[in-house]
Nanobody, 124 residues
Protein backbone atom coordinates (compact mmCIF):
# COMPACT_ATOMS: atom_id res chain seq x y z
CA UNK A 1 0.00 0.00 0.00
CA UNK A 2 1.02 3.56 -0.68
CA UNK A 3 -0.28 6.50 1.27
CA UNK A 4 -0.35 9.94 -0.32
CA UNK A 5 -0.94 13.17 1.54
CA UNK A 6 -1.36 16.47 -0.30
CA UNK A 7 -0.84 19.89 1.19
CA UNK A 8 -0.35 23.48 0.12
CA UNK A 9 -3.76 24.36 -1.27
CA UNK A 10 -5.51 27.59 -0.44
CA UNK A 11 -7.00 30.81 -1.73
CA UNK A 12 -4.97 33.02 -4.04
CA UNK A 13 -5.66 35.92 -6.34
CA UNK A 14 -5.39 35.56 -10.08
CA UNK A 15 -1.78 35.89 -11.17
CA UNK A 16 -0.51 34.49 -7.90
CA UNK A 17 1.35 31.30 -7.09
CA UNK A 18 0.96 28.23 -4.92
CA UNK A 19 3.08 25.15 -4.37
CA UNK A 20 1.39 21.85 -3.69
CA UNK A 21 3.19 18.97 -2.00
CA UNK A 22 2.44 15.26 -2.10
CA UNK A 23 4.19 13.13 0.49
CA UNK A 24 4.30 9.40 -0.23
CA UNK A 25 4.75 6.70 2.39
CA UNK A 26 4.40 2.96 2.63
CA UNK A 27 5.51 0.64 -0.13
CA UNK A 28 7.87 2.13 -2.69
CA UNK A 29 8.60 1.08 -6.24
CA UNK A 30 11.72 1.45 -8.33
CA UNK A 31 10.14 3.26 -11.23
CA UNK A 32 6.83 4.76 -10.37
CA UNK A 33 5.09 7.86 -11.62
CA UNK A 34 3.59 10.63 -9.53
CA UNK A 35 0.78 12.53 -11.13
CA UNK A 36 -1.38 15.53 -10.34
CA UNK A 37 -5.00 15.68 -11.38
CA UNK A 38 -7.72 18.20 -10.63
CA UNK A 39 -11.49 18.24 -10.49
CA UNK A 40 -13.64 21.34 -10.60
CA UNK A 41 -17.30 21.32 -9.50
CA UNK A 42 -19.48 19.70 -12.12
CA UNK A 43 -16.52 18.63 -14.23
CA UNK A 44 -14.62 15.42 -14.74
CA UNK A 45 -11.24 14.83 -13.18
CA UNK A 46 -8.51 16.00 -15.53
CA UNK A 47 -4.80 15.42 -15.85
CA UNK A 48 -2.47 18.23 -14.84
CA UNK A 49 1.10 16.91 -14.74
CA UNK A 50 3.15 13.80 -14.02
CA UNK A 51 6.75 12.84 -13.38
CA UNK A 52 8.52 9.49 -13.47
CA UNK A 53 10.40 9.01 -10.24
CA UNK A 54 13.50 7.34 -11.67
CA UNK A 55 13.92 9.00 -15.07
CA UNK A 56 12.53 12.42 -14.24
CA UNK A 57 10.47 12.36 -17.42
CA UNK A 58 7.67 14.93 -17.19
CA UNK A 59 4.33 15.48 -18.87
CA UNK A 60 1.93 18.42 -18.69
CA UNK A 61 -1.57 19.23 -19.79
CA UNK A 62 -1.65 21.91 -22.46
CA UNK A 63 -3.69 24.18 -20.21
CA UNK A 64 -0.91 24.41 -17.60
CA UNK A 65 2.24 24.04 -19.66
CA UNK A 66 4.56 26.97 -19.08
CA UNK A 67 2.78 27.93 -15.85
CA UNK A 68 3.03 24.79 -13.71
CA UNK A 69 6.15 22.78 -12.89
CA UNK A 70 6.24 19.32 -11.38
CA UNK A 71 9.28 18.17 -9.44
CA UNK A 72 10.36 15.55 -6.94
CA UNK A 73 12.56 15.15 -3.91
CA UNK A 74 13.69 11.54 -3.82
CA UNK A 75 15.06 11.76 -0.30
CA UNK A 76 11.72 12.99 1.04
CA UNK A 77 9.52 10.83 -1.23
CA UNK A 78 7.68 14.03 -2.02
CA UNK A 79 6.40 15.45 -5.28
CA UNK A 80 5.66 19.12 -5.80
CA UNK A 81 3.51 21.12 -8.15
CA UNK A 82 4.61 24.72 -8.48
CA UNK A 83 1.72 26.71 -9.89
CA UNK A 84 2.42 30.19 -11.22
CA UNK A 85 0.27 32.77 -12.98
CA UNK A 86 -2.83 31.14 -11.59
CA UNK A 87 -6.17 31.76 -13.27
CA UNK A 88 -9.72 31.45 -11.93
CA UNK A 89 -10.20 28.43 -14.17
CA UNK A 90 -7.46 26.64 -12.21
CA UNK A 91 -9.86 26.49 -9.26
CA UNK A 92 -10.38 22.83 -8.36
CA UNK A 93 -9.58 20.10 -5.90
CA UNK A 94 -6.11 18.88 -6.74
CA UNK A 95 -5.22 15.23 -6.24
CA UNK A 96 -1.90 13.47 -6.39
CA UNK A 97 -1.74 9.87 -7.51
CA UNK A 98 0.81 7.11 -7.98
CA UNK A 99 1.19 4.81 -10.93
CA UNK A 100 3.39 1.92 -9.84
CA UNK A 101 4.56 0.62 -13.21
CA UNK A 102 4.89 1.74 -16.80
CA UNK A 103 5.55 5.14 -18.35
CA UNK A 104 4.12 8.52 -17.49
CA UNK A 105 0.43 8.65 -18.32
CA UNK A 106 -2.34 11.23 -18.40
CA UNK A 107 -5.06 8.62 -17.85
CA UNK A 108 -6.49 8.63 -14.36
CA UNK A 109 -7.49 4.97 -14.61
CA UNK A 110 -3.81 4.01 -14.89
CA UNK A 111 -3.04 5.31 -11.40
CA UNK A 112 -3.20 2.93 -8.47
CA UNK A 113 -3.21 5.13 -5.36
CA UNK A 114 -4.76 8.51 -4.69
CA UNK A 115 -4.50 11.19 -2.05
CA UNK A 116 -7.45 12.88 -0.43
CA UNK A 117 -7.14 16.11 -2.40
CA UNK A 118 -6.43 19.72 -1.55
CA UNK A 119 -8.58 22.69 -2.54
CA UNK A 120 -7.13 25.43 -4.72
CA UNK A 121 -9.27 28.53 -5.21
CA UNK A 122 -8.20 31.36 -7.49
CA UNK A 123 -10.16 34.59 -7.17
CA UNK A 124 -10.51 37.04 -10.03
Amino acid sequence: QVQLVESGGGLVQAGGSLRLSCAASGRTFSSYTMGWFRQAPGKEREFVAAINWSSGSESYAASVKGRFTISRDNAKNTAYLQMNTLKPEDTAVYYCATKVTGPVSSRADRYNYWGQGTQVTVSS
